[in-house]
């Protein structure tokens, strides 16, 4: 099998969902309908490090608010790649906690080691998380959630090589707010969140708390013990205090923790067909039932492998952000420290044939300073500013072998950017960061459960830096013909990937003493986005194209262990795609949205000892792993007064998520078919203030294979379908 055939019916729908909207907009009371409809929300977002309008801010990008993400049954980090479809947050076959991450054809695959870094940066207000351990966090108290989608290299640095996902939490303000929440559904699913904020006295001074708890039993039966298995337990808090008094001078503080116990990672045991490229819809599950497996604990293992799996991981975030504005310009400080202690056992196969286990720990400071102003009667707005980031991360993964990490990061970065008004419509951008990581790295191998070194230990110390530009150009009108606003743009930006280290070596001591080089990207974009009919129809689109540079990715090494997956840098690639976004509001009440991804990727040169270029000798050609033809999310929103209470509004809501086939890994030996999952709710407003809302997700009952390994015989599946009842309060 070569390239994966082009997929009519799927391009079809997804296209038909976003005219489903327009032909709604000429329906008979549409017209009429116009003038009463209440205004859309104007969402701000601070994706230039500055507050702007979406739909005026030439960066491309999605933003969710909170009533958004509790509407589509979004509880964690992972739940937002439903959302923007070219985005993909999968299992990382190591820790619920964890995930993998890829996004326009640049990925990370060993997303569980301190020594991985993410083509994609996470920020917790303003605050980078350089782990993707624990970064599968539960989402208590959000005020939004924004998706910057390429190269953000300029603003945001080191590891925004195609783009970064923000999360901003609620603040206090001057007025009181109290908000609660209970949940119970299936497989003794339970939740509970609360949070209030407000003024303390008149001073400027305001404070928030909020809490979280939650968890199920697990989906999973264990054949071996015949218990329930796949559990998980959160709690999370946050406190924040903020100081702002109405002067040039204001100051937050932060503090969250966050705790998940869990059963670890499951696999469902696959039996893969003899055959060098199988696809999903090939493989039968070996215990009969995706959702049975098969492992007992083994004392003869050394701990920490031989009871049944588990995973523990604890993360504290400290932030403080002060602000001051001389008038001319205001000067920021972001300070930033994050621990991340992460242990978690895993059995890799379903059946008790692959045990593993991980410990890691991990400490990140950080400092950002920001001045930033506007100049030329405010024609010309810049930025420029300085960061600091320190990392140190041990860790111990018991695999064949126990490989002892060691790894310490200091980056430097100085960035500057400026965007100059030619006129009252037309805007240039550019802009430059300069950024540099050393990185000193030890590494030990040695007897499993044991204290006896195979190999010396090796030592390395590393050097990347890179220079990341951005240029950019813009044309805003806010009422222009049929537009209420239109804002043309064009960019070409830079963003770097740091190069790293191996730490999962399968007692092969060159597999460990190996770094590889950054990956580097240029992406060139061309967009627009539109609001229409007194901004009651909003359509986004973007088409790009990616050129990458020494692009990491997983090859296969023997060893005396076995094969292991060492990272390398595989050639270059070019990635082209078209992204659309749509929303509209045809009547009074109803809200229809549609998020589309076209793409097509390519290898432009390849390493010769690359995997990639082992499936273009087996296969004729190799294609980029993760990659879609097409991917959506399309839905519906209605809401209409209660017809028994004066004061009630009933809202029911559809999702539906859908996927073209990709390949899961960089060898092309494993395809993933297209799969689809749609969610729905309705949801009774009693007043302002009380809602009880049920949600079922995953309607169809489906357990499409999402993700897998062909080397374990092991594939991970969807969820089943699970139904909520929640009832919720605010005040």
Do not use: C
Not at 539 to 557: G, M, Y
């Amino acid at each position: 099998m070569g390239r994966l055939d082009f997929n009519k019916s799927a391009w079809i729908s997804a296209l038909l969902g976003s005219a489903a909207m327009a032909v709604a907009l000429t329906a008979p009371g549409a017209a009429a309908a116009q003038q009463a409809a209440e205004p859309a929300d104007r969402i701000v977002v601070t994706a230039e490090r500055r507050e702007s309008f979406l739909q005026e801010t030439p960066v491309t990008l999605s933003a969710f608010q909170a009533e958004t993400l509790e509407e589509r049954g979004v509880e964690d980090t992972q739940d937002i790649q439903r959302l923007v479809p070219g985005l993909k947050l999968l299992d990382n076959i190591s820790s619920p906690t964890n995930f993998t991450v890829s996004l326009r054809g640049s990925t990370q695959q060993d997303a569980s080691l301190v020594v991985a870094e993410s083509p994609v940066g996470i920020y917790v207000d303003d605050i980078y998380i350089a782990r993707l351990n624990g970064a599968n966090a539960q989402l208590a108290d959000i005020e939004r959630v924004e998706v910057l989608r390429g190269p953000q290299g300029t603003l945001y640095g080191r590891n925004t090589l195609a783009g970064a996902l923000k999360i901003i939490t609620r603040s206090p303000g001057d007025v009181l707010d109290v908000r609660a929440m209970a949940e119970v559904g299936e497989y003794g699913h339970y939740e509970l969140s609360g949070a209030v904020s407000g003024p303390l006295g008149d001073g400027g001074l305001s404070a928030s708390f909020a809490a979280l708890i939650d968890g199920f039993d697990g989906y999973y039966t264990n054949l071996a013990t015949g218990a329930d298995i796949g559990a998980q337990y959160n709690t999370a808090l946050r406190g924040k205090l903020r100081y702002d008094a109405g002067g040039p001078f204001t100051a937050q503080a932060t503090l969250s923790r966050a705790d998940s116990e869990n059963d670890g990672y499951m696999p469902s045991f696959a039996v893969f067909p003899p055959q060098p490229q199988v696809r999903a819809e090939d493989i039968v599950f070996g215990l009969g039932d995706p959702y049975l497996v098969n492992i007992a604990p083994n004392p003869a293992l050394p701990d920490p492998i031989s009871s049944l799996p588990e995973g523990d991981t604890d993360q504290t975030i400290a932030g403080l952000k002060l602000s001051y504005d001389f008038g001319w310009a205001t000067v920021n400080s972001i300070t930033g420290y994050v621990a991340t202690n992460d242990f978690f056992s895993v059995e890799f196969t379903g059946v008790g044939a692959f045990p593993g286990a991980n410990r890691s720990d991990t400490d990140q400071y950080s400092q950002e300073i920001q001045l930033l102003g506007s100049v030329m009667d405010d024609r010309l707005e810049w930025i420029a500013g300085l960061y600091l980031f320190r990392e140190t991360a041990d860790q111990v993964v018991a695999l064949v072998t126990d490989d002892i990490l060691s790894i310490e990061t200091d980056s430097l970065a100085v960035f500057a950017q400026g965007a100059y008004a030619l006129t009252d419509r037309l805007s240039l951008t550019a802009g430059l960061r300069w950024s540099e990581d050393e990185k000193s790295f030890s590494g030990l191998i040695r007897t499993i459960g044991g204290q006896v070194p195979i190999f010396p230990e090796v030592q390395l110390n590393n050097t990347y830096d890179a220079v990341t530009p951005r240029f950019g150009v813009d044309w805003l009108d806010r009422d222009v013909g049929p537009f209420d606003s239109l804002l043309l743009y064009a960019s070409a930006a830079k963003g770097f990937k740091s190069g790293g280290y191996n730490g999962i070596a399968f007692g092969n001591i060159d597999v460990l003493s190996t770094p590889y080089g950054a990956e580097e990207n240029w992406t060139y974009e061309a967009g627009v986005k539109t609001e229409l009919l007194d901004t009651r129809l909003t359509v986004n689109a973007v088409a790009f194209q990616n050129e990458i540079s020494d692009i990491i990715l997983a090859a296969s090494a023997s060893g005396p262990g076995g094969i292991s997956f060492p990272l390398q840098n595989a050639g270059d690639a070019r990635v082209r795609g078209l992204e659309i976004e749509a929303s509209a509001r045809p009547v009074e009440g109803l809200n229809l949205y549609a998020n589309i991804t076209f793409q097509d990727g390519e290898y432009t040169e390849l390493n010769p000892t690359s995997s990639a270029a082992v499936a273009e000798a087996n296969f004729g050609e190799a294609n980029l792993a993760q990659v879609p033809d097409i991917a959506y999310n399309v839905g519906a929103r209605y809401s209409v007064a209660s017809p028994v209470q004066s004061s009630g509004e009933v809202t029911v809501g559809v999702d539906h998520f859908y996927t073209d086939d990709f390949f899961i890994n960089v060898s092309n030996e494993f395809v993933i078919d297209s799969y689809a999952l749609t969610s729905a709710y309705a949801a009774y407003a009693f007043n302002d203030q009380w809602t009880l809302r049920a949600t079922v997700k995953n309607i169809q009952d489906d357990a499409p294979i999402i993700s897998g390994l062909a080397a374990f015989s092991a594939v991970t599946v969807e969820a089943p379908r699970t139904a909520f009842l929640s009832l919720s309060y605010r005040r």
